[in-house]
């Protein structure tokens, strides 16, 4: 057993008369292996971004709902009476009068 394992700790086995299986399998677990770290990086890289896009979102969302409840609070009939009292408007009890201009025959 001591001869088996050092032989394959030297490399014996890459250089006897069946190498040539060997070096297939190398060959073919060496693709597998940059396949698979390959798409290990690839997948890491992907979860990052969905992870960024969503922390955006949110941030996105809550700035929407602040808007959102500002617009709300401005449309108060309360604010507006205040806004419009600040610049010496007041509102109208009755609705405008309506101007009908006839048109002169010539």
Known sequence: METNIKDILKGKFLVKEYA??????????????????TSSHMMDRKIRIITNLG??????KSEYVDIHSRCLQKQQY???????NINGLKYLEEPPYELIVEEEKQ
């Open 20 to 37: 040539s299986r060997s070096w297939n399998f190398i060959v073919f677990v060496t693709v597998l292996s940059l396949i698979s770290i």
């Open 55 to 60: 922390e955006e979102i949110k941030e996105l």
């Open 78 to 84: 309360s604010v507006l009476n205040k806004l419009v």
